[in-house]
T-cell receptor, first 112, second 112 residues
Framework: DAGITQSPRHKVTETGTPVTLRCHQT?????MYWYRQDPGHGLRLIHY???????DKGEVSDGYSVSRSKTEDFLLTLESATSSQTSVYFC???????????FGPGTRLTVL | GENVEQHPSTLSVQEGDSAVIKCTYS??????FPWYKQELGKRPQLIID?????GEKKDQRIAVTLNKTAKHFSLHITETQPEDSAVYFC???????????FGKGNQVVVIP
């Protein structure tokens, strides 16, 4: 499982509250990604990081921000959660030596 | 950006038969094509990938073929078994840890 953990694994929150999801890796990989998965949409990239403090937007970045202050942690923040952000969120890493991405176990987020 | 489409959306096969899923991509510069399998409630798992300098790759009952001229690649599963039932995602990227663009997924159901 490429040493990737996500926390929390499940979260229920209310509209308008801030939420932070954490992705943690143990193997010092350079690249990290945040995706959301929704029925009928597959996996869509939210943000990604190519190093400490180096991040960029994906295709569905509106309403999300990220931070990477350490190699091992990539945080995804919903500043003010909305019901449209109810989804399953997956973190992924890439070694940098190849293009292969490995996924974390996912976080199921429900915004009421 | 890259656009990846998968067909058919749902595929039912009798156990022991073969299953074929086809993906088309739009960016002729894409050169890395992975396939992921996702079981219900689990993370996507890489099952096979291919690069543009190779036309076909096999791993036991799974194979992937690539047609760069037509810009499509296919996953072939032979001698299907019930444990092959899952959602399969294809993806494409330009490599160099560029972003992966995912298709929306195919549900494969293997009927015992």
């Amino acid at each position: 499982d490429a040493g990737i953990t996500q926390s929390p694994r499940h979260k229920v929150t209310e509209t308008g509250t801030p939420v932070t999801l954490r992705c943690h890796q143990t193997e010092n990989h350079r690249y990290m990604y945040w995706y959301r998965q929704d029925p009928g949409h597959g996996l869509r990239l939210i943000h990604y990081s190519y190093g400490v403090k180096d991040t960029d937007k994906g295709e569905v970045s509106d309403g999300y921000s990220v931070s990477r202050s350490k190699t091992e942690d990539f945080l995804l923040t919903l500043e003010s959660a909305t019901s449209s952000q109810t989804s399953v969120y997956f973190c992924a890493i890439s070694t940098g030596a190849t293009d292969t991405q490995y996924f974390g176990p996912g976080t199921r987020l429900t915004v009421l | 950006g890259e656009n990846v489409e998968q067909h058919p959306s749902t595929l039912s096969v009798q156990e022991g038969d073969s299953a074929v899923i086809k993906c088309t991509y739009s960016d002729s510069a894409s050169n890395y094509f992975p396939w992921y399998k996702q079981e219900l409630g689990k993370r996507p798992q890489l099952i096979i990938d291919i690069r543009s300098n190779v036309g076909e790759k096999k791993d036991q009952r799974i194979a992937v073929t690539l047609n760069k001229t037509a810009k499509h690649f296919s996953l072939h599963i032979t001698e299907t078994q019930p444990e092959d039932s899952a959602v399969y995602f294809c993806a494409a990227s330009r490599g160099g840890n560029n972003r992966l663009a995912f298709g929306k997924g195919n549900q494969v159901v293997v009927i015992p």
